[in-house]
Nanobody, 118 residues
Framework: VQLQASGGGLVQPGGSLRLSCAASGSTSRINVMGWYRQAPGNQRELVATITSDGYTNYADSVKGRSTISRDSAKNSVYIQMNSLKPGDTAVYYC?????????????WGQGTELTVSS
């Protein structure tokens, strides 16, 4: 499975942004897709995930101002982030949890950078 993320950029505080991630390869084996982020000096952390059945999970830090969605026909996952804060500045990574014969494995995209600054 290959993941290609896009949509990062420079946004002013209070603004909005949508990140996109397109999966290719053995996409039928993808269980969960999601977004993680890593700010400088910090560990990578969960932003949001969505299962193949549409169940979602959000980090408390983005809950209520972010919406994750998934388009199975396009093998894509998106996250709409609103009311952006400087604390949202990070590199955002797309993730897919893929079924394999040895169990579920994590696949990662290359990351897309979001900077929230005036």
């Amino acid at each position: 499975v290959q993941l290609q993320a896009s949509g990062g950029g420079l946004v002013q505080p209070g603004g909005s942004l949508r990140l996109s991630c397109a999966a290719s390869g053995s996409t039928s084996r993808i269980n969960v897709m999601g977004w993680y982020r890593q700010a400088p000096g910090n560990q990578r952390e969960l932003v949001a995930t969505i299962t193949s059945d549409g169940y979602t999970n959000y980090a408390d830090s983005v809950k209520g101002r972010s919406t994750i969605s998934r388009d199975s026909a396009k093998n894509s996952v998106y996250i709409q982030m609103n009311s952006l804060k400087p604390g949202d500045t990070a590199v955002y990574y797309c993730n897919a949890l893929v079924r394999t014969i040895i169990g579920n494995l994590d696949y990662w995209g290359q990351g897309t950078e979001l900077t929230v600054s005036s």
